[in-house]
């Protein structure tokens, strides 16, 4: 059963601009089976919750409880389940506990304002739960408490703590079992039959936990709040995250935090335990999307990736500094080279070849700082996100990249590249996609929204194709594919786009 625990009315709270009806028929909408009113030391009657649910003409199984938050002179704020008379304000929470011994006490927004409670304060056997989601905390404080509750594995539940009509019912409590009363739940609480009603999906990170968190309800709502938590268990790799999440948070500055283009947009950045929060991306990936969609939407998408890094390109921005491109070049050159090498690989002459080649070229271009732009580094169909915020609303597409872990200020053939070359590997074994979709689809698109491009500008796209494909070969002899026919396949790939040049 799904209830919204904590929120506060205009009626019996000076703090709430919101009428009790209007929060019924929120928290209604939302999908929720009922609504606890919390106001500041004030109960409602029974013969007032009767006349609210007529005025708000909810259906029967729809429960109307009330309960109180009560402010204590030792714990803070209070959320009190079940007493049956106004508590003024004021109390030690043991004296509360004495008073009413059978209500359920739950420490409120706990995180707030940045507070991190003691382990001994969320222990306390004094309370009964302690509430961990709220919108009265920032998203990196409902993080820490969704940490704390994992690691303590104290009672639980979330509450909206709203004082308007907008965010109603957006962080749900679910009780295991149904509810007929105030007392019920106080009962079902004090035994943690309950806890807060969110997803939680752990992905796959190198040296981190990754963790996608989705709060509330999808009923009568299409922007429930999604974000991603990241924490890093290594200094080095720490020091690289922050730096991705830096130049993100620039992009998203530069232009791409809302709209029809953009990136995830960084939340907040916790040193101490080495977690990053970013905004979550509804979406699937562009890769999904090719393969489940039409032609004629599957030609759109496309062009919305090649109109999205165009974007970034003529947005000229310079977050890191140009000269690390060529610094760092040669060495990444040489790693590719070094896989082969450590295995004595029969194809380490061609792939030599294939990277003296590359360097030569790259020298002979004269590449130089002040023509290269911020790029991704790493753009291909799994790397881009295409999401939509009203299901209802086609218009409301949008088009996203993540992963910003490679980004320089680079040559801008560079990141087209690399797209093509990871756009036919990807989609290999797709043929009929690659039969539908040209590469000009993507490049006309990039050319029409990107800077003005210099005659050499093709030349320099097969030259970074190339590249790519020798940094997919290094990557399948890292993962033990070696020997498969997909190795072979990028190397010639690798080989003729150096032959266009």
Avoid at 169 to 184: K, W
Avoid at 305 to 334: N, V
């Amino acid at each position: 059963m799904l209830l919204e625990m904590h929120c506060h009315t205009s009626e019996k709270s000076r703090c709430s601009s919101v009428p009790a009806v209007d929060l019924v028929r929120r928290v209604l909408a939302r999908g929720l089976q009922g609504i606890v009113l919390t106001d500041h030391h004030a109960l409602w009657s029974a013969e007032e919750l009767l006349l609210l649910r007529r005025q708000a003409g909810v259906p029967d199984y729809f429960l109307i409880l009330a309960a109180q938050e009560v402010t204590t002179a030792d714990c803070g704020d209070i959320l009190v389940y079940g007493a049956s008379a106004s508590i003024p304000k004021g109390p030690q929470l043991s004296a509360l506990r004495r008073a009413w011994p059978k209500a359920a006490l739950v420490l409120a927004h706990a995180y707030r304002k940045g507070r991190h409670p003691a382990d001994s304060l969320l222990m306390d056997p004094l309370l009964d739960g302690v509430e961990i989601f709220s919108s009265n905390h920032g998203v990196a404080e409902n993080s820490r408490g969704l940490a704390d509750w994992h690691r303590l594995r104290f009672t639980a539940i979330a509450g909206t703590d709203t004082h308007g009509s907008q965010y109603a019912g957006a962080y749900p409590t679910i009780f295991d079992h149904p509810l007929a009363d105030i007392d019920e739940l106080a009962t079902e609480l004090r035994a943690g039959r309950c806890r807060p009603f969110f997803k939680e999906i752990p992905r796959s990170g190198a040296n981190a936990v990754v963790t996608e968190v989705t709060f509330g309800t999808k009923e009568g709502d299409q922007s429930r709040e999604r974000i991603i938590i990241r924490t890093i268990q290594d200094e080095r790799k720490w020091r690289s995250t922050e730096r991705a999440e830096t130049i993100m948070a620039a992009v998203a500055a530069g232009g791409f935090a809302e709209g029809r283009y953009r990136v995830p947009r960084p939340i907040e950045v916790d040193r101490e335990r080495m977690t990053i929060i970013e905004q979550g991306i509804r979406g699937r990936s562009l890769f999904d999307k090719l393969c489940a969609a039409g032609r004629n939407d599957s030609r759109w998408y496309l062009e919305l990736a090649g109109r999205w890094l165009g974007r970034l390109h003529h947005a000229a921005l310079a977050i890191t500094p140009p000269e690390q491109f060529l610094e760092q070049e040669e060495g990444r050159l040489h790693h590719y080279l070094s896989r082969f090498e450590a295995i004595d690989h029969r194809h380490v002459g061609r792939v030599r070849q294939i990277t003296e080649a590359l360097l030569a070229l790259e020298q002979e271009l004269s590449f130089v700082g002040d023509s290269f732009v911020q790029g991704h580094g790493d753009y291909h169909p799994k790397n881009i996100m295409i999401g939509q915020d009203d299901q209802e609303d086609r218009d409301s597409i949008f088009i996203a990249a993540i992963d910003f872990g490679s980004s320089l200020m680079l040559p801008p053939a560079f990141d087209v590249g690399t797209f093509l070359a990871q756009f036919k590997n990807q989609f290999f074994n797709h043929p009929q996609i690659l039969q539908q979709l040209q590469e000009s689809v993507f490049l006309d698109a990039y050319l029409d929204e990107g800077p003005p491009v210099t005659e050499e500008f093709l030349w320099q796209v097969e030259l970074f194709r190339a590249r790519a494909n020798l940094s997919i070969a290094s990557y399948l002899i890292r993962v033990g594919l070696g020997d498969s026919e997909d190795l072979w396949r990028v190397l010639v790939d690798a080989e003729q786009a150096l032959s266009q040049i």
